[in-house]
């Protein structure tokens, strides 16, 4: 069975950091391109950044981009999300998903973890 | 970006009837990559719908999805209590973009 579990999110002031973490089982990780994709508080859902089998490519949604790095660890079956100069709007539940074979379609998704920015 | 617009926002039909939703997108959609989602208060999504008109593992046949370049459609033939949520569609053809969402509710 596919899983996916996310975890790091919490309260973190404007302008912090914080890191969330995706561990993976159920399928073979390295296989895969893996994404994050979040949604605001009453909100629709927003990519947020994807990473190829090997780590060689990552892309960002524009609103993201030198804030925020995707990374994994094949070996762990882990992804990670480092989020840096956060801002009030990046407040959202955060899913990992995977991508299936088909393309940037996410057929798996974790429960999601709440990231809340705010003083 | 292609920005993805679905409509109606809310959907209100009671169960057994049929609905349609729509997201039109604002250039045309490469090789149909389209796909839909599901998503219930405090759930993940659930994938529906990929390649525009292909059900993924497990989805039940009263979905589907038709259309092409910038127009599609996601069918629900007859709506069961459990279908009562929030529809998404999403591009994949460049970078993933979602459209607002369509909520169908119990009219």
């Known amino acids: 069975e596919v899983q996916l579990v996310e975890s790091g999110g919490g309260l973190v002031q404007p302008g912090g950091s914080l890191r969330l973490s995706c561990a993976a089982s159920?399928?073979?990780?390295?296989?895969?391109?893996m994404s994050w994709v979040r949604q605001a508080p009453g909100k629709g859902l927003e990519w947020v950044a994807n990473?190829?089998?090997?780590?060689?490519?990552?892309y960002y949604v524009d609103s993201v981009k030198g804030r925020f790095t995707i990374s994994r660890d094949n070996a762990k079956n882990s992804l990670d999300l480092q989020m840096n100069s956060l801002r009030a709007e990046d407040t959202a539940v955060y899913y990992c998903?995977?991508?299936?074979?088909?393309?940037?379609?996410?057929?798996?998704w974790g429960q999601g973890t709440l990231v809340t920015v705010s003083s | 970006e292609i920005v993805l617009t679905q409509s109606p926002g809310t959907l209100s039909l009671s169960p057994g009837e049929r609905a349609t939703l729509s997201c039109r997108a604002s250039?045309?959609?490469?090789?149909?990559?389209l796909a839909w989602y599901q998503q219930k208060p405090g759930q993940a999504p659930r994938l529906l719908i990929y390649?525009?008109?292909s059900r993924a593992t497990g989805i039940p046949d009263r979905f589907s999805g038709s259309g092409s370049g910038t127009d599609f459609t996601l069918t629900i033939s007859r709506l069961e209590p459990e279908d009562f949520a929030v529809y998404y569609c999403?591009?994949?053809?460049?970078?993933?973009?979602f459209g607002q969402g369509t909520k169908v509710e119990i009219k």
């Open positions: 159920g399928f073979t990780f390295s296989s895969y391109w």
């Open positions: 390649g525009a008109s």
């Open positions: 999403q591009q994949y053809g460049s970078s993933p973009t």
């Open positions: 998903a995977r991508s299936s074979k088909a393309g940037w379609v996410f057929d798996y």
């Open positions: 990473i190829k089998q090997d780590g060689s490519d990552k």
């Open positions: 250039q045309s959609v490469s090789s149909s990559y």
